[in-house]
C-alpha cells in the first residue's frame, strides 16, 4: 500500500540535529513532519553520547571566548574546516546550550556558573555536561519539545530514496518497517540528519542504525559531499564480547601507569613514542595499535592488551567506576588482568557540503549534525559534535521552513515513484546466494585492511578495484523471507548499498588526497602539504559517476601559522 505525507519541511533523522531541526521548523510556523529509522530518541549517536558540550562561557577559566574556541576547532582540524561553519559553531553553542536548558536539560554547576572540564585540543575548560550520558538526556528534552509542537512522528521508518525535480528536492520515499507500507513524504524542503557512518567499519563506537544513508542518499541525489576520506578513529574501543565490540573505553595514557603490550609481550609505545609513551596523542596512539594488528602481533581477539597492573592503588580507585563498567561489559576487571582494546571508529568529519543556512547544493536540501561536512575540517575535538547538532540543526531548521514556506506548492512526475516503488519491492524477490549482512562484512572487510588508519596508495587502489567487484555481487544478494512486515534483511540490503556507495566514497577520496592531514595518514605522503592540499575533496555523482575533485579552502578567518 502507498501513502502520501504531506509537509512543508521533512526532517529525517531523530538524533540530536534532526530534533533541533524540527523544533526549529516548528517556530517558524512550518508544517514539519520527522522520520527515523529506529525508535525516537532512542536511536542513533547523540542517544549514545557520553559527557562533553562545547560551550565557551568561560565560566571555569574565565580567559575562555568563542573565539579561542574557533582557535583550537580550526587548529584541532588542521585547517581543513570551512571556518564560516567553524565560527559560528563557536559563537553559537552558548546560546543553543541555553535553549537546552530552558527545555528543561539542567547541566552541571558550581555555584550559579557552570562546571566546566578539560577536554583534550582545548587551550580552557570548556566542556559543560549533565552527567555521563548528556546526550541521552539532550534528547529527551529535545524530544518533549517536539512533542509540544505536534510535529508527526514516522518511527521505524527506513528513508530509501531522495526524489528530486528540475535540481530541486520534492521528497523522499521510504518504507514503514513494521507494515511494510511504501511511503512518499512529501516536502518543500529535506533537512538530512541521518549521522555518520560507522558501521562501514568493522568495528565501531556508532550504533547499528548508522550505516551512512544521509551521505549515500544526498550523493545519489546530486549533492556535492566534502572530506569523505576524513574519519575519525578512537584508540580504545572494546574487541569484545560482539556485541560490545567497538564501545569506547578508557584510554592507557588517562591513568598513571597505564600500558599497552602486544601479543609478544612488548610495550611497544616506548618504540613509538619513547618521550610521551602510551601518553602521546589519539592519532599516534591508534596508528601504533592499527601497526601492532596488522603485523600479527595482536591480541586473541584482533586487538592488544590494556594492563594496569602497574596502576598505583589510589589511581584505580580514583577510576573505579569506570573499571567497574568495563567489567560489567566484558567479564575482565583491570584490577586483575589485561583487557583487549583496539581502534575503534568514532566519526565522520566530511558530509554533505553545506554553506552557512545548512544549505546544499541542491535547492530545498539541508543538512546538520554529522550528516554535513566542514566544520570540524580533518578531526574533531571532543565536544564539538553535541554542540554542533544543536547550533546547526537549528540553524537547518530555521532555513529549511524559510525556504518551504516561500515556495509555491511542488509537483514531481508520479512515474518516479512508481519506479522507486518498484525497486525497492522488487528487492524481495532476490534470490541470490549471499546474504545482505554478509554483503555489508565484506564493505568492512575490505574498508578495515586497506583504508583504515594507515593508508598507501597501492591499498586504496585495491580497495576501489574490490568495491567496484563487490557492486557486480548486488545482485546476487538473497533474502530469506518475502515478508514486508519488520523484514530485517530487507532493510539491511538497503543499508547494504549505502554502505557500498559511502565507503566508494571515503576510498576514492583517500585515494585523491595524497598527504597526511589529521585523521588521514597516508604512509607514502606522511607530511601535512599546505601547499598542494591546503584543499577540499569534493564528491558529486555526475551523469551517473563519481566525480571527484579539489577546492581551496577559503581561509576566512584564520591564518596557517
Ligand atoms: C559512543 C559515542 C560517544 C560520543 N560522545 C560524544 C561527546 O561526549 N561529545 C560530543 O560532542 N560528541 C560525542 N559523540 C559524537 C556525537 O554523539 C555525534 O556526532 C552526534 O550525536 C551526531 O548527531 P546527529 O543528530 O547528527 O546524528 P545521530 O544522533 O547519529 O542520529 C541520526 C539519526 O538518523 C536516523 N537515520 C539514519 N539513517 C536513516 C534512514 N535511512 N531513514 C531514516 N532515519 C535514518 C537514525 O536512526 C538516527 O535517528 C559520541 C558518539 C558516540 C557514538
Known amino acids: 500500500m502507498r501513502t502520501i505525507i504531506e509537509s512543508d519541511v521533512l526532517v529525517i533523522g531523530s538524533g540530536g540535529a534532526g530534533c533541533r531541526a524540527a523544533i526549529e521548523a516548528s517556530r517558524q510556523n512550518a508544517k514539519v513532519v520527522l522520520v527515523t529509522k529506529g525508535l525516537f530518541g532512542r536511536c542513533g549517536a547523540t542517544s549514545m553520547s557520553t559527557t562533553s558540550y562545547n560551550a565557551a562561557f568561560g565560566h571555569t577559566d574565565p580567559e575562555d571566548n568563542p573565539l579561542v574556541h574557533l582557535q583550537d576547532t580550526v587548529v584541532g582540524g588542521s585547517f581543513l574546516n570551512d571556518q564560516e561553519l567553524a ?11 541555553m535553549d537546552l536548558e530552558g527545555f528543561g536539560a539542567i547541566f552541571m554547576r558550581k555555584g550559579s556558573k557552570f562546571f566546566q572540564i578539560h577536554n583534550p585540543g582545548s587551550t580552557y575548560s570548556r566542556v559543560c555536561y549533565l552527567d555521563e ?78 550505516t551512512g544513508d544521509g551521505y549515500a542518499l ?18 580504545c574501543g572494546l574487541t569484545r564480547p560482539e556485541l560490545r565490540k567497538g564501545l569506547l573505553v578508557l584510554e592507557p595514557g588517562e591513568v598513571e601507569e597505564g600500558r599497552l603490550y602486544n601479543r609478544l609481550g612488548e610495550r611497544f609505545m616506548e618504540k613509538c613514542d619513547p618521550e610521551k609513551v602510551e601518553k602521546t596523542t589519539r592519532d599516534k596512539l591508534s596508528r601504533a595499535i592499527y601497526t601492532e594488528i596488522a603485523a600479527g602481533r595482536g591480541s586473541p581477539d584482533g586487538g592488544v592488551l590494556m594492563d594496569f597492573s602497574c596502576v598505583p592503588q589510589q589511581e584505580l580507585i580514583k577510576r573505579k567506576d569506570e573499571i567497574d563498567r568495563i567489567r560489567d561489559l566484558t567479564g575482565v576487571d583491570l584490577r ?3 583487557l583487549e582494546v583496539a581502534p575503534t571508529v568514532h566519526h565522520f568529519m566530511g558530509g554533505v557540503k553545506i554553506n552557512e543556512e545548512c544549505q546544499s547544493t541542491i535547492r530545498g536540501l539541508f543538512a546538520a549534525g554529522e550528516n554535513a561536512g566542514g566544520v570540524h575540517g580533518a578531526n574533531r575535538l571532543s565536544g564539538n559534535a553535541l554542540a554542533e547538532t544543536q547550533v546547526f540543526g537549528a540553524r ?57 588508519i594507515i593508508r598507501n596508495g597501492k591499498d586504496l587502489k585495491r580497495a576501489k578495484s574490490e568495491l567496484s567487484s563487490l557492486r557486480e555481487e548486488l545482485g ?5 523471507s518475502s515478508s514486508k512486515c519488520y523484514n530485517q534483511e530487507w532493510a539491511e540490503y538497503i543499508e547494504a548499498e549505502n554502505m557500498l556507495d559511502v565507503a566508494t566514497l571515503v576510498t576514492e577520496s583517500a585515494l585523491l588526497r ?11 605522503y606522511p607530511e601535512r602539504d599546505d601547499e598542494g592540499w ?25 591564518k596557517v601559522g
Request: proline share 4%; aromatic share 8%; with cysteine.
Open 514 to 524: 595524497e598527504e597526511s592531514r589529521g585523521a588521514h595518514f597516508r604512509e607514502d
Open 336 to 338: 586483575k588482568e589485561p
Open 396 to 452: 537547518a531548521g530555521k532555513y529549511a521552513a524559510r525556504y518551504a514556506l516561500e515556495r509555491s506548492e511542488i509537483r514531481l512526475e508520479p512515474l518516479r515513484i512508481d519506479e522507486e516503488e518498484k525497486r525497492v519491492f522488487g528487492l524481495l524477490n532476490l534470490k541470490g546466494s549471499v546474504s545482505p549482512s554478509r554483503f555489508k562484512d565484506k564493505v568492512r572487510d575490505i574498508l578495515w585492511r586497506y583504508v583504515a
Open 534 to 558: 591546503l584543499k577540499h575533496t569534493v564528491a558529486q555523482r555526475c551523469n551517473g559517476k563519481l566525480n571527484l575533485r579539489r577546492e581551496p579552502v577559503k581561509l576566512t578567518r584564520i
Open 87 to 97: 565560527y559560528i559553531l563557536a559563537q553559537e553553542a552558548p546560546q543553543r546550550m
Open 476 to 480: 546476487g544478494l538473497k533474502l530469506s
Open 133 to 210: 550520558i548528556t546526550g541521552r538526556h539532550i534528547l529527551t528534552t529535545l524530544r518533549g519539545e517536539i512533542i509540544r509542537y505536534g510535529v508527526k512522528i514516522f518511527q521505524e521508518t527506513l528513508i530509501t530514496s531522495l526524489l528530486t525535480e528540475n535540481q530541486r528536492v520534492v521528497g523522499a520515499t521510504a518504507v514503514d518497517m513494521r507494515r511494510g507500507d511504501f511511503l512518499f513524504f512529501k516536502a518543500k524542503s529535506v533537512v538530512l540528519a541521518m549521522g555518520g557512518a560507522g558501521q562501514i567499519y568493522p568495528t565501531t563506537s556508532n550504533p547499528s542504525d548508522i
Open 218 to 235: 544526498a550523493f545519489r541525489a546530486g549533492a556535492q559531499l566534502i572530506d569523505m576520506e576524513m574519519v575519525q578513529f578512537f584508540p
